[in-house]
T-cell receptor
């Protein structure tokens, strides 16, 4: 248990569906992150939030839409995805965005399959 | 962030020490060395980090060479549950956001 939970753990969706991934951290952290991990590829950072403000968007297609309503919750809204978007989506949090100690705590991930 | 090089895979017998090397020859003076691991189908897990001095915690030890161009993560008594991909990451603490995970080393601990 890292203090970061993600739901659902597994998701299968069609290309025309709309779904959302949820992340919650119980650590009192101020920064939250979405990563994508495709098969046999390194982790790719998608979005970063600090105190509920988006601070980075790494050229992610608009079919992925993040939302951070408060510092404990982070969502990733999905619509009209492609089969190549199938991957493990990981959420992480850290005490703050930068500083002396920047350990990130990861959730277990959501395994997404797009048919 | 400086680039790191790790062997793609290693084996270790259960109960023995696992020594995972990492080369970071272009590391600069203010860059830290971090180690994470990822057990299959789980999120990455922080292990340890250091700047110059050797570090030890309940999970592992980190040995950084004097010139800081390489480091070794040591799991003193490897167990089957230590089978995972281990990532060595070099970064400046105020460089912002991403942990630049490379391909890491896939460690297999065998009975």
């Amino acid at each position: 248990e890292t203090g970061v939970t993600q739901t659902p753990r597994h998701l299968v969706m069609g290309m025309t569906n709309k779904k959302s991934l949820k992340c919650e951290q119980h650590l009192g952290h101020n920064a939250m992150y979405w990563y994508k991990q495709s098969a046999k590829k390194p982790l790719e950072l998608m979005f970063v939030y600090s105190l509920e403000e988006r601070v980075e968007n790494n050229s992610v297609p608009s079919r992925f839409s993040p939302e951070c309503p408060n510092s404990s919750h982070l969502f990733l809204h999905l619509h009209t995805l492609q089969p190549e978007d199938s991957a493990l989506y990981l959420c992480a949090s850290s005490p703050r965005l930068a500083g002396d100690y920047n350990e990130q705590f990861f959730g277990p991930g959501t395994r997404l399959t797009v048919l | 962030d400086a680039k790191t090089t790790q062997p793609p895979s290693m084996d270790c017998a259960e109960g023995r020490a696992a020594n995972l090397p990492c080369n970071h020859s272009t590391i600069s003076g203010n860059e830290y060395v971090y180690w994470y691991r990822q057990i299959h189908s789980q999120g990455p897990q922080y292990i340890i980090h250091g700047l110059k001095n050797n570090e030890t915690n309940e999970m592992a030890s980190l040995i950084i060479t004097e010139d800081r161009k390489s480091s070794t993560l040591i799991l003193p008594h490897a167990t089957l549950r230590d089978t995972a991909v281990y990532y060595c990451i070099v970064r400046v603490d105020d460089s912002g956001y991403a942990l630049n995970f490379g391909k890491g080393t896939s460690l297999l601990v065998t009975p």
